[in-house]
Structure formats: structure tokens, C-alpha cells
């Protein structure tokens, strides 16, 4: 089986050139190493050093130098904003406060559809769209998504 072990980010190659595409969602963006097929049939492995949350519009290298192109699927997410910047800062640190995967977006903020949240946000003033897009969540200040390390130092 074809193997990619290189990652070419958005923007920084010229995406005509894909060979095929791979859609995944945003969990299925982050890995390591997992088996593929592009919606042409283009199999391959996709083995890298350590799990990497691939964005759309990335390229994935085989080894014969052909690139795969990562496109996110989309998915059901709720669009916020906020009356102003203050008022959105202030939604986002509650979005945070409870451990959940936020996307930036200009000057809105996107989450996957959650009814406690919706009623949440609602109840804190915040303007809420229904849509389907990929989601390409921020990962944090030590690059995961979806984990969450404590130090065990007591503090």
C-alpha cells in the first residue's frame, strides 16, 4: 500500500495538481496513522511521527511525490455572535469553561450543535445560525484537540 508521510499545508502548494481528495471530519482530521481511499480510489496509509490535525486544503504526500487533497466535511455546527467584541470574548471563555472544541471564524464563533449549549448561549445574549460546515477547531496552547492535561503538581 502507498504510504504518505508528508504533510503540505494549505496554501503552500497548488491544490489543481491533487491526484485525489480524502473528506473527513474534523476527528477524523486528527491522526496518525490511518488507512485512506480517495473518493478516485486512491488508497494509501497515512503514516506520520505523531498525530497532526490536518486542515482543509491540505495535501497529503505519497511517496511517488502524487499529493492528496484534505477536505473537510461538513458538519452540523451553530454559528455565534455577539452584540460586540466584548460580549463574544465573554461567550467564548463560557464555551471554554466548559471543555468544548471552538472554531474562530472572523469575527463569529462555531461549535458543533449542542442543545444545552444553544440554551446557554441564548440565555447569555448571543445570536445563534443553525449551518453545515467543515469545522476546524483551535487546538490550544499545546496543539491537541479533544485532550485536556492537567500537571499533577497540586496547583
Not at 15 to 43: M, N, P
Not at 64 to 81: F, M, N, S, W, Y
Not at 93 to 121: A, C, F, K, P, Y
Request: proline fraction near 4%; hydrophobic fraction near 40%.
Amino acid at each position: 500500500m502507498r504510504r504518505a508521510c508528508e504533510i503540505r499545508t494549505v496554501g503552500s502548494w497548488n491544490a489543481a495538481t491533487a491526484v485525489d481528495r480524502v473528506v473527513l471530519d474534523a476527528q477524523e482530521r486528527h491522526r496518525r496513522r490511518i488507512a485512506l481511499t480517495g473518493e478516485r480510489g486512491t488508497a494509501f496509509l497515512l503514516d506520520l511521527p505523531h498525530a497532526i490535525a490536518l486542515k482543509d486544503g491540505d495535501g497529503l504526500v505519497l511517496e511517488d511525490g502524487a499529493i492528496v487533497r484534505v477536505a473537510g466535511k461538513a458538519e452540523p455546527l451553530l454559528e455565534i455572535t455577539a452584540a460586540s467584541p466584548q460580549e463574544l470574548a465573554r461567550l467564548a471563555w463560557h464555551i471554554g469553561n466548559r471543555h468544548t472544541e471552538l472554531q474562530v471564524v472572523g469575527d463569529t464563533l462555531r461549535i458543533r450543535r449542542d442543545r444545552v449549549l444553544e440554551d446557554m448561549l441564548r440565555g447569555l445574549g448571543a445570536r445563534l445560525t443553525p449551518i453545515e460546515a467543515p469545522f476546524d477547531p483551535e487546538h490550544g496552547a499545546y496543539g491537541h484537540a479533544q485532550q485536556h492535561h492537567h500537571d499533577d503538581h497540586g496547583w
